[in-house]
C-alpha cells in the first residue's frame, strides 16, 4: 500500500515538473515573440523616419522628392541605381516632356490648357506659378506694365511723367545714394528720378504721350506683353538701334541673375558620387535661370518661340560655362561653380572633372588677363547667346541682327571707357571660340556622367544635353 502512495506521490510530482517546465517554455516563446515583434516594428518606424528626414523639395509644400517621370526616377534614365541620393528622392523641376516647352508656355495660353489634361500637365502649371511676378524695376513694387520701355509700376510710370512733362529738377539733400523702395519711393524725388533713367526710362516715351496717337506709336508687341518674367524689350528698328545701344548695358545688369547656391546634401558622405550629384543638379537649376535670363535680353523676345528653342538648346552651356568661368576669376587654381561649392585639383581628380576643370581654369586665365569686368561680362553674355549657328534657326536674319545690336553696344561701351584702347572688342570678341571649345568639353563631360549611370540627372537637363548631342 505504501508502495502504491510513493508511486502515486512521484507521478504528482513529476507531473507538477513538467507543467511547470511547459508553462516556463510557453511564457518563454511568448516574451521572445513580442520582442521580435517590437523589434520589427521599431525598424519599420527607423525607416519610416529616415524617408522623411529626406529634405523636401524647396518649391514644393510637402512631401518626397519625386522625378517628373512619375514613379521611375530620373536616375533610371542614366543608369542608376536604388541609393540614397538617387533620383526618387531627389528634387527635379516639376516640368513636363518636352520640359523646355514648358518654360515658354503661358498659363493663360496653352500651358494653362495643357494643365487639365494629367497629371504630368499639372505640375507644369506647378512650375509656372512658383516664378517671380513682374516687378518694378525703380521700387520694387508690382509692376502694372512697361511704360516708357521699362516694367514699372503705376506710382514711378506717374511720377517719371510727371518729372519730365513738369521739367522738373530735384536735388538730393544726403549724397544722392538713397535707397528707392516701395515704402521709401517719395523720401527723395531726386534719387527716385535718377533710378527711372538707370533702369532705362525713355523721355523720349513721355513726348510721345503728348502726340495724338503717341500712345499707339510706343505700343509693345503682343507676345512681350504676355512674358512671364519681367522683361525690357527695346526696339530694333535701325532709328533707334543707336540710342538703344547706350542703354543696353544697363538693361543687361538689372537682369543679371541672383547668385546661385550648390546646397549640397548634407546626408550623404562626401564622396565623388556627392561631388557628381551636386554637380549636375547645381546645372539643371543654372540652366533654368539662364532660360529666365535669356527672355530679359533686349530683343531676345522678339524672336519667334521656335527660334528662342533653338538658340538656347545650342548655346546654353556656352553661358553657363562663361558664368563658371567669370565667378573663378579672383581663384588661380580652383573653379568656382558656386558660392558653396569650389572644387580645386584634387577635388576635381578625385570625382574625374580634372579635364573640365583644366578647361575652364584656362578661360578664367584667359580674362584674368584682360580685367574682365562685369559691364563686359554680362555684355559677352548676351552676345555669347546670340552666337548661335543652329541649322534649326528658321529666321537666321533676325537673329543676325540681335547679335550685330549686341556688338554696336560692347563697341559703344569699349570707345566710352577706353577710347585709348580701340582694340578692346575685338579682343573680348576672340575669346567666344575658346568659350566654345570649354563648353563642348562641359558638354562631353555631363554626357560622360550620364552614360555612367549613378548620378541622378534632371528631365530638363538631360533633355538639353540630348538636343546639344544630337546637333550636328
Known sequence: MSAVLMGGLLNVKRSSIFSTIAVFILTFCSVLYVRLSDDMSSRERRSDVYIKAEPSSPEG??????????????????????????????????????????????????????????????????ALSTLPKRLCLVCGDVASGYHYGVASCEACKAFFKRTIQGNIEYSCPASNECEITKRRRKACQACRFTKCLKVGMLKEGVRLDRVRGGRQKYKRRPEVENATYQSAPLPLTKESEKGASSIIV????????????????????????????TLCDLADRELVVIIGWAKHIPGFLSLSL??????????????????????????????????????????????????????????????????????????????????????????????????????????????????????????????????????????????????RGGVPMHKLFLEMLEAMMDSP
Not at 538658340?311 to 558664368?323: D, H, I, M, T
Open 250 to 277: 544697363s538693361h543687361l545688369l538689372v537682369a543679371e541673375p541672383e547668385k546661385l547656391f550648390a546646397m549640397p546634401d548634407p546626408l550623404q558622405p562626401d564622396t565623388a558620387q556627392r561631388t557628381l550629384t
Open 306 to 451: 521656335a527660334d528662342q528653342m533653338s538658340v538656347l538648346q545650342s548655346v546654353w552651356l556656352e553661358v553657363l560655362v562663361l558664368g563658371v568661368a567669370y565667378r573663378s576669376l579672383g581663384c588661380e587654381d580652383e573653379v568656382v561653380f558656386a558660392e558653396d561649392f569650389v572644387l580645386d585639383e584634387d577635388m576635381s581628380r578625385a570625382a574625374g572633372l580634372t579635364e573640365l576643370n583644366a578647361a575652364i581654369s584656362q578661360l578664367a586665365r584667359r580674362f584674368r588677363t584682360l580685367n574682365l569686368d562685369r559691364e563686359e561680362f554680362v555684355m559677352l553674355k548676351a552676345i555669347a547667346l546670340t552666337n548661335s549657328d543652329s541649322i534649326y534657326i528658321e529666321d537666321m536674319e533676325a537673329v543676325q541682327k540681335l547679335r550685330d545690336l549686341l556688338h554696336q553696344a560692347l563697341l559703344e561701351l569699349e570707345c566710352q571707357r577706353r577710347p585709348d584702347d580701340p582694340q578692346r572688342a575685338g579682343r573680348l570678341l576672340l575669346t567666344l571660340p575658346l568659350l566654345r571649345q570649354t563648353a563642348g568639353r562641359a558638354l562631353t563631360t555631363f554626357y560622360s556622367i550620364k552614360t
Open 61 to 126: 509644400g510637402g512631401g518626397g522628392r519625386t522625378s517628373p517621370g512619375g514613379a521611375s526616377s530620373d536616375s533610371s534614365q542614366s543608369g542608376g541605381g536604388g541609393t540614397r541620393g538617387d533620383g526618387a528622392k531627389r528634387y527635379s523641376p516639376p516640368l513636363y516632356t518636352p520640359a523646355l516647352r514648358c518654360h515658354f508656355k503661358d498659363e493663360a495660353g496653352e500651358g494653362a490648357e495643357e494643365s487639365s489634361t494629367g497629371n504630368g500637365a499639372g505640375r507644369c502649371k506647378y
